[in-house]
């Protein structure tokens, strides 16, 4: 089965059903039941062998798929009048009598004369092609020069309002004109040219116009809403899906994405569309091995498109993405209003928002920034209780208890008791993880500890990392590891609980005075480093494209030696030397000095003088380098300091 279909350009052609999917046209009224009152209609109006002299007004929200049904009913129409002329010779039809429209959007449009230019371009497709165009061009160039001139040819004269049977304006509520204006040039069509014409709007944004509500009483005659059709837009959208596999796989699951998408109340097809193409990606990325299990792809398509139908309209946030597991399972809510996942939960019935299929982070890449990343996704994978490995953290069992068995519970539970025994968890996060799990295994009186001793035993973990010197400086791990409340994919355990936030407190309190009784030490090394790679010394110390530097925020040198460090920097080779010194321009540059750094210019200051001191004392070519490179970068961000102050006292 063939139907009319417009080109890109803007005109019209003949393509194979592009639009039905497999089924095509035969399977149509099954398909068609959603809008069946409009294709109705329109058969009726397109079959009137005399000037209507109204155009027919089809509405519908953003998103809904007015340009698309209207497209594929008036092009089944048309195809199917088509048929009905006879043939010619050796049954060849005469494509002369091919029934054809032309869409024309408004969107943007200011004038009649914009009209008129998007009319001939969606006439005359040929008129867009930049070769035609400048051979045109160069045709009136030849005549010029032989002193022929043409007369001025305007859009208006080259439209030929009987080469379409219909005329389709879309986008009316996004034209730029007034709505009298753009609507007196509809009616030039309907009432003076008799041509059908079939107008594509958002009426609701236009009904508090009264101009508009004037002017469509003279133009159109009928009105019809246009509402969503799951079934053929979802067959079109997976014909334009290039992974065949994520196509086959998506059509076997239609009946899920049909009950997610019903249960939204969306009614809009583009989000649909867009989510479709997202997923087909996500599972292009997949390997075979989790995609043969059944099971979790349905739980993954489930949560996938619910989270981006949600998210593509903003019912939750960036933020409520960044937390889902924690946000997901507290439910909880600062005002009347429930939390966005909660609502969603009434609307999604067996859908779990905190289903960890896709941990928090790669759900945020994919649905935020779209990022697919098939090693993330994997690993996400691995950590779900449908891929869980015996290797599985003993904590990460626990989180998961709902959906293990209680064997695999208590076999956790114990392997978490000897492991926190003897102190084998030593990053941030997973320490976090551990004792929200043994506030719980309390709690729930697996293990024989009331929450008091519980804190204490907790405080007691801390205590020990930080007199081995395992406790985690807050400057080495990644600026969000636990910045959410989460870590690895998933929210801690008990972390609204007075208890949890007194033993994270107590944590981050020992980690910051572990970290600043460390800082001449780690001064000592960053000195060793800035002689060995200065390139490396300047990632440490001083902030740049890559992502915040440990030391760039710290006064890691106000406990050093200045005079040690000069000896150390006057020693180095001449190239050396200077990227040494423009290591520490970069860090002070911004004012850094006057501000996060304060407690490092009074060490700063001494440097300075020390290795003036010491050029005095050296030959003359050694001593000029010296001065000149300290004169470009540590002087000249001491005096932008000290000039900066001067105009604040001025203030």
Known sequence: MWCIVRTSAGGWGSAKDELYGEQGILDQPRREAANAHIREYLKFYLSLSHPPLYAVLLSGRWGVGKTYHAKRIIGDLLEEASLTVPTGLFGRRNTKNRKRYVLVSLYGLQSPQEIDDAMVASLYPWTT?????????????????????????????????????????????????????????????????????????NESELDSDPEYRKGKEKVVGKTLTVQSDFEPAFSAFLDSTHDNEARQFLREQRCEVQTIYMQSELDNLRILQQTVWDFARVYSAIASDYRSNSDAMKHLIRLFFALSFEYKVGNISNDDLRERSKRALSGGSASDKPAPFVAAARKYIGLYFHDTILSDEVAFDIVVRGVVDPARIAQSLDDSSFFASQNEPAWRTLWHSTERSDDDVKAASKTLLEEFSHRKYRITGEVLHVFGQILWLADAEIIDWDRARAVAECKSYVDDLERKGELESPRSAPFDDIRYGSFSGLG?????????????????????????????????????????????????????????????????????????????????????????????????????????????????????????????????????RINTNVRWTLSKRLAEVREFEKQQELV
Not at 179 to 198: F, H, M, W
Not at 546 to 557: H, I, L
Not at 590 to 602: C, D, K, Q, V
Request: some cysteine.
């Open 129 to 201: 092609d930049d070769g035609i165009r400048i051979a045109a061009g160069v045709g009136k160039a030849v005549l010029r020069y032989a002193n022929i001139d043409l007369p001025q040819i305007k859009s208006s004269d080259l439209i030929n309002r009987l080469s379409a049977d219909v005329f389709i304006f879309d986008d009316l509520e996004r034209c730029a004109m007034k709505a009298t204006d753009s609507l007196g040039y509809i009616n030039q069509l309907v009432e003076r040219d008799g041509c059908k014409v079939v107008i594509l709007a």
């Open 492 to 624: 801690f355990a008990q972390e609204n609980t007075s208890d949890f936030k007194q033993i994270w407190a107590y944590l981050a309190q020992r980690r910051e005075a572990s970290a600043v009784a460390r800082l001449p030490e780690r001064a000592q090394q960053l000195i060793e480093l800035m002689c060995s790679d200065q390139e490396a010394f300047a990632r440490q110390i001083a902030q740049h494209r890559d992502g915040p530097a440990e030391f760039a925020n710290v006064p890691v040198f106000a406990s050093c030696d200045p005079t040690v460090f000069s000896d150390r920097i006057v020693g180095l080779t001449p190239y050396a030397l200077r990227a040494a010194l423009m290591a520490l321009s970069m860090r002070y540059d911004m004012g850094t000095l006057s501000r996060h750094l304060s407690a490092e210019r009074h060490w700063a200051e001494n440097l300075e003088k020390e290795l003036l001191s010491t050029a005095k004392r050296l030959p003359p070519i050694t001593r000029d």
